[in-house]
């Protein structure tokens, strides 16, 4: 099996994770920070030191402004849900957010009435700086924005982005479930807000791991009401971090699966891991540009992107493409429409859906001719 | 180590939970659902089975009723500020919930003027089935009450409140955090319109785990919107269970180890385990009777429980207790307040907290001893 749905999970990891999750599991499977014996404590030290550990990967403030969940959906949500909006507040995002960032602004437009703008990219599928600066009103609260998309690739320059929001003063939640571990991220010198993220991505760890970290207090309602270990007696949530964020007993094995997972990521460098993509990314675009059937939806092949690539073969259902590679070549891409609808209505791909191929560190450049081989044939077939 | 901390999280786990842990992280870590490729359909499979497994064990209506979340909390949060209360409704409940009710419970006051009643246990410590009936006003629009109490192990008759509940047509939500596992837990027998419990006690899964189970569509609101790999297109959450409610990837690794834990509590017998912590608790009961400094929390000896013991030693503060256990004997027992503030207050041990000691199905006769043998030690040594 080739695997080249990286974008959706990351796959294989490095066994590190699974070997620190077995560990956590057979163990010191006490419930962390809820007791104060040896095994708890060594619960609770793991999620400390990944916490630690998320804290100097994202230059964030300090480990207590890092609270885990259990995807970046709740991640997003927290951030989302959670923010205090009023009436009639506006919030500026793209077309191109993943439907974690979507609904919950949709929800937000229901329930309370806030006035969303979502910028639009340039014609070869780029958000550019300019355009999300002139979306700002008067009464723009919060800034939301992928930083890299999850169909085409395409990534935008936050550290611009950030200066932006820092000049109008709005708050700049980035969703980097796709460039976590991918692309440098530093919250202090983007300006970042908050930053929202999957573990099993690009990070490398398990499923059922995410966080949110940030960056100062924005006065954001807990989503989650419940035990937090600490300050039992008070009626409300405490209001100490990460405390009042994380109710309830957290994903220590997948904590300890997540922080494996980091450090190998910061052993081989993750410039090291970008140039690796970078490089497998140009050479299925370069393959890609000798096959009459094919479109290719995303940024120019000069221009920089996260190790995805979506693309349609004339006539064929996605859907179709996909299955054929996935039973007859025994490699894996995703079709559909990637829980970003609104980015397919831009590229005008909504009702074939794309066929996406998304790499990892550990894919190989004779893995990519495979596919490409593969698709020269399905083309052959068909043609 | 001799681990008495079961009802935090249970350990150890038997070895097959880390070993589809480990399989399911280095074999099929794909996005269960949100690909049609080979590995993410073997995701999808070990989720389905496992919904498949939870209903058949808990008596649901169907494998698309059983939610997952990553833990207790957020299923109980899933149901009570999913619910659609409207102000002046008024709520069932008792002193002994778990943080994870009562908090959600006081944020619904606080948000939407709800009404609950804390329905206080006898003298004995039993929530009585006649109290919580007599609670019933004519506004009462949810029941909610903890199967088992994690301060005392004293359990409700779930079957008699059922009864009542379907009688005054209101809906039951049981949390069953503490019995799930222990005891066993019929939905259509005992009327339960929604269950809430954490994988990782006495289902012997690993933390990151939790469910909440629907009988019927009582039109929860989604706690969290996003993608959930089916319906993108649509800007709200699709209708469809179990998507609706389970946005953004779910936890594979830790679902797969939650099937194995249940597998082996169904090839060793619920009963087999019950009894087998009946036995532990009795015997502790016993030998806490000989010891004049020891005030015990709890039903009478007669009265079963769960493996669930608390007490106070005379003029020693619980942490004190439970930090000598841990540390001159290795013995894990966990202080405080338990996450069960009223529970406290009720008993009156808010000061000084309670020691607690929690059974599970792999700890030994032998290991009671040591533990009575050590209480006995540490009430020479301050008496």
Same mark, same amino acid.
């Given at each position: ?17 699974? =070997? ?10 006490? =419930? ?38 259990? =995807?970046?959906?709740?991640?997003? %949500? ?25 609904? +919950? ?16 990219? =340039? ?26 998309? %999850? ?28 460039? #976590? ?29 995410? #966080? ?9 309602? +807990? ?14 949530? +405490? ?19 997540? %922080? ?124």
């Amino acid at each position: 099996m080739i695997y080249f749905d990286q974008a959706a999970s990351s796959f294989p990891k490095p066994a590190s994770v699974a =070997n620190a999750m077995a560990e956590a599991v057979n163990e010191y499977a006490a =419930n962390p920070g809820r007791g104060g014996h040896a095994l708890a404590t060594r619960a609770s030290q793991m999620i400390e030191s990944t916490r630690e550990l998320l804290k100097a990967f994202f230059h964030a403030p300090s480990k207590r402004h890092v609270w885990f969940y259990q =995807n970046a959906t709740m991640a997003l %949500n927290q951030a989302l849900l959670g923010f205090p909006f009023q009436e009639g507040d506006h919030v500026v995002s793209t077309s191109f957010e993943h439907n974690s960032v979507r609904r +919950p602004l949709e929800q937000l437009r229901q329930r309370q009435g806030i006035e969303i703008s979502y910028v639009e990219p =340039n014609s070869t599928g780029l958000i550019e700086v300019e355009a999300i600066e002139k979306a700002f009103k008067r009464n723009t609260r919060l800034l939301v924005v992928s930083h890299g998309s %999850n169909v085409t690739g395409a990534f935008v320059d936050i550290e611009r982005i950030g200066k932006i929001a820092k000049t109008k003063k709005v708050p700049f939640l980035l969703d980097a479930s796709q460039t #976590a571990g991918k692309l440098r991220i530093e919250m202090d010198h983007a300006n970042i807000s908050m930053l929202a993220f999957a573990g099993h991505k690009g990070l490398l760890g398990p499923q059922g791991t995410g #966080a949110l970290i940030v960056a100062e207090d924005f006065q954001l309602k +807990p989503l989650v009401y419940g035990g937090t270990g600490s300050y039992s007696e008070l009626i409300d949530q +405490p209001s100490q971090w990460p405390d009042r964020y994380e109710s309830g007993t957290l994903n220590t094995p997948g904590i300890a699966g997540l %922080n494996a997972g980091i450090k190998y990521i910061v052993e081989r460098g993750i410039d090291d891991i970008y140039e690796h993509e970078w490089q497998l990314t140009k050479q299925f675009l370069q393959g890609l540009q000798g096959m009459a059937s094919i479109k290719e939806y995303g940024p120019s092949l000069e221009v920089k992107r996260v190790g995805v690539v979506s693309f349609q073969m004339e006539g064929l259902d996605s859907h179709e493409v996909a299955t054929i590679l996935d039973e007859h070549y025994q490699i894996a891409v995703r079709a559909g429409l990637h829980c970003a609808p609104l980015a397919h209505d831009t590229l005008q791909t909504s009702e074939t859906g794309l066929v996406r191929v998304s790499f990892g560190p550990y894919n190989t450049a004779e893995e990519v001719d495979t596919l490409l081989t593969a698709l020269g044939e399905i083309e052959q077939a068909f043609y």
